[in-house]
């Protein structure tokens, strides 16, 4: 558990580049032009291992790794990193295997930041895999969010194989943390939790726009193969998508789940949210809830609602706007 006053994001240092350059809204992101150096110096390895209740933990930055990895146009955009869609050729959505392929520039610029995260971790702290959205969200990255919609209906086939591509690569980069780094005490680590093995965080932010029949038929059978390659799996969930939750609990091989409370009004309030959420417990898996604002009212009653075993929490109080 870990209790701090909320404080709203802020939009992130531009990425620096090579040559002494920045990421500067609307660059184009190319992985070569990285200034790993600088990188380093600008997120740098935690010197402390823990914080409250937390391991601490070093990733790489969230560049749009595997969206980069498949084919999506990355750039830098209100403060952070973007993907964004171009017309895509359904036909030769087969072409898309070709790119994970290990001299993908995206794939191995990632092999040797996280390999110089290691040497700058020294075994303090551990190093994490970085921000990796999954299937249905790498098929939204290339074609678009109203493409993909469409093709659901008009070339079923060909999203099926999309997302099995997408479901490949994210498992190969997955790995590339335990393959390149050192265990933390005989574990890994995700949202500075540890576990005796490898770990993986897996998520959909696009399910935002699916139902829970259509998450089901598309994307678990994905998320069951992509958790059952790890030891232990996370799935990242916002607490305006939760509808998918028992969809989530089905996956046998899925370990946790990680609900990121958004603020109020953009989301459901916790308070809300407490009925749904105990779903997650009462099917036998770990329950993270994160983000905020909430208010201490809230904090109190999810600590009276749900069973303390197998839940964790990392908020932050402040006002929700009432």
Known sequence: MQVHDYVPLQPNPDVPLLGGRR???????????????????????PRESTSGDYV????????????????????AASGSIWSEPSPFDWQRVGELRQRLQPDNPWYRRLREYVSRLGEAA??????????????????????????????????????????????????????????????????????????????VRMQADH??????ETYRKWLAPHDARMAAAF?????????????IIDVLVENEALDAVEVAIDPWPAAPR???????????QEAGKCLLIDGGPISREE????????????????????????
């Open 231 to 243: 030891d232990y799996s996370f799935f990242h969930l916002h607490s305006g998508c939760t509808h």
């Open 270 to 280: 916790l308070y809300e949210l407490l009925p749904r959420l105990a779903k997650v």
């Open 122 to 199: 020294g075994g303090r702290v551990p190093v994490t895999h970085t921000l990796m959205r999954g299937p249905i969200d790498i098929a939204e990255a290339l074609v678009g969010t109203e493409e993909l919609a469409l093709a659901l209906h008009d070339h079923p086939a060909e999203v099926a194989e999309m997302l099995t591509i997408g479901a490949d690569a994210f498992v190969q980069v997955g790995n590339v943390v335990p393959e390149l780094t050192e265990p933390f005490h005989g574990g890994r680590t995700i949202f500075g939790i540890w576990a005796p093995g490898t770990v």
């Open 56 to 75: 601490r933990e070093i990733a790489p930055y969230g560049l749009c790794w595997l969206e980069g990895l498949m084919g999506a146009n990355v750039r």
């Open 23 to 45: 990421a500067i809204e609307g660059t184009h992101i190319v992985p070569d032009e990285l200034d790993l150096d600088a990188m380093l110096r600008q997120w740098p390895a």
């Open 299 to 322: 904090l109190d009653e999810t600590l009276r609602t749900l069973p303390h075993s197998g839940l964790a929490l990392r908020v932050g109080i402040g006002s929700t706007w009432d």
């Open 207 to 212: 399910s935002a726009v699916l139902s829970p």
